[in-house]
């Protein structure tokens, strides 16, 4: 019971961080939400319901997969919005220098991580709930095992590419430079190495890409996708292995988020 009663005293102050932050963020929340419905509504409901610009495909599963298809760029821009200031912002607006004495480094790190991270799972949840319920309509069932398996790598890539936010976020003083670099570096930097690999080693899975991770998100929405080829005729890889996907993956967030917590330890604000 005492050592309940001590684990308890240690977590609260990272509890409190994660409420704190938390409702800070809530309005944020809304209204990223509203504007992932709203953008499902225009492109995979209406256009599908009225016969504007699509048919209807034969299956639930593409159909799935065309209501997803840009859902790693909203991840993205999303982590970039909520995990680019996680710590710079303490030192920018100087609040570290108030709350340090209370609170240890490491406890608010966490905090302030897990707190956006609940953040970005849940508006990447709206958005698994809301192609669920509009495929619902149009197909009359739901394929929850793909759901589920496509939503849980969805959360560990946004663990694996929060961590490399965080960690750029430790020694860069400014917002700005760290979106501008996670931008660059996901939409041209993996796609230069992905084709180099492709080019000189096209036996190797270009798994340090964060970009070819991510495919796995999509892919997995098809019930036979570990049977699926992975490979295309021109060498061309489409999508990692389920293993391959999960250690990279975990190796990427253990990495960046334990060097994100020493830089953040022996900075000075």
Same mark, same amino acid.
């Given at each position: 019971?005492?050592?309940?009663?001590?684990l308890?005293?240690?977590l609260?102050?990272?509890?409190?961080?994660?409420y704190?932050?938390s409702?800070?963020?809530?309005?944020k929340?809304?209204?990223?939400?509203?504007?992932?419905?709203?953008i499902?509504i225009l492109m995979?409901?209406?256009s599908y319901?009225?016969g504007l610009?699509?048919?209807?495909?034969?299956?639930?599963?593409?159909?799935y997969?065309?209501?997803?298809?840009?859902?790693?760029l909203?991840?993205?821009?999303?982590?970039c919005?909520f #995990?680019?200031? =996680? $710590?710079?912002? /303490? !030192?920018?607006?100087?609040?570290?220098l108030t709350? +340090?004495?209370? %609170?240890s480094?490491?406890?608010?790190?966490?905090?302030k991580?897990i707190?956006?991270?609940?953040?970005?799972?849940?508006?990447?949840?709206?958005?698994y709930?809301?192609?669920?319920f509009f495929?619902?309509?149009?197909?009359?069932?739901?394929?929850?095992?793909?759901?589920?398996i496509?939503?849980?790598?969805?959360?560990?890539f946004?663990l694996a590419?929060?961590s490399?936010?965080?960690?750029?976020?430790s020694?860069i003083?400014?917002v700005?430079?760290i979106?501008v670099?996670?931008?660059a570096?996901?939409?041209?930097?993996y796609?230069?190495?992905?084709e #180099?690999?492709? =080019? $000189?080693?096209? /036996? !190797?899975?270009p798994?340090?890409?964060?970009?070819? +991770?991510?495919? %796995?998100?999509?892919?997995?929405?098809?019930?036979?996708?570990?049977?699926?080829?992975?490979?295309?005729?021109?060498?061309?890889?489409?999508f990692?292995?389920?293993?391959?996907?999960?250690?990279?993956?975990?190796?990427?967030?253990?990495?960046?988020f334990?060097?994100?917590?020493?830089?953040?330890?022996?900075?000075s604000?």
């Amino acid at each position: 019971m005492k050592r309940l009663n001590n684990l308890k005293i240690a977590l609260q102050p990272i509890f409190h961080t994660i409420y704190l932050n938390s409702s800070l963020q809530i309005k944020k929340f809304i209204v990223f939400s509203l504007i992932n419905i709203l953008i499902l509504i225009l492109m995979n409901f209406i256009s599908y319901a009225f016969g504007l610009t699509s048919i209807l495909p034969n299956y639930l599963a593409t159909y799935y997969w065309n209501g997803t298809q840009y859902l790693v760029l909203l991840i993205v821009l999303e982590v970039c919005f909520f #995990f680019s200031g =996680i $710590v710079c912002s /303490e !030192f920018k607006n100087k609040t570290g220098l108030t709350i +340090l004495p209370l %609170i240890s480094r490491n406890e608010l790190l966490l905090g302030k991580y897990i707190a956006n991270l609940l953040i970005v799972i849940g508006l990447i949840g709206v958005h698994y709930i809301t192609i669920v319920f509009f495929g619902y309509y149009f197909y009359g069932g739901i394929m929850i095992g793909s759901i589920l398996i496509s939503f849980g790598f969805a959360v560990l890539f946004i663990l694996a590419l929060s961590s490399v936010v965080t960690f750029l976020s430790s020694f860069i003083k400014s917002v700005i430079p760290i979106i501008v670099i996670i931008i660059a570096l996901f939409f041209i930097g993996y796609t230069i190495i992905e084709e #180099f690999m492709r =080019i $000189v080693v096209p /036996e !190797f899975e270009p798994l340090i890409s964060l970009n070819y +991770l991510s495919y %796995i998100i999509l892919y997995s929405l098809y019930p036979n996708f570990t049977s699926m080829d992975r490979v295309t005729l021109f060498g061309k890889w489409l999508f990692p292995s389920v293993g391959g996907a999960i250690i990279t993956m975990l190796i990427f967030t253990i990495v960046f988020f334990a060097l994100a917590i020493q830089l953040f330890k022996r900075r000075s604000f």
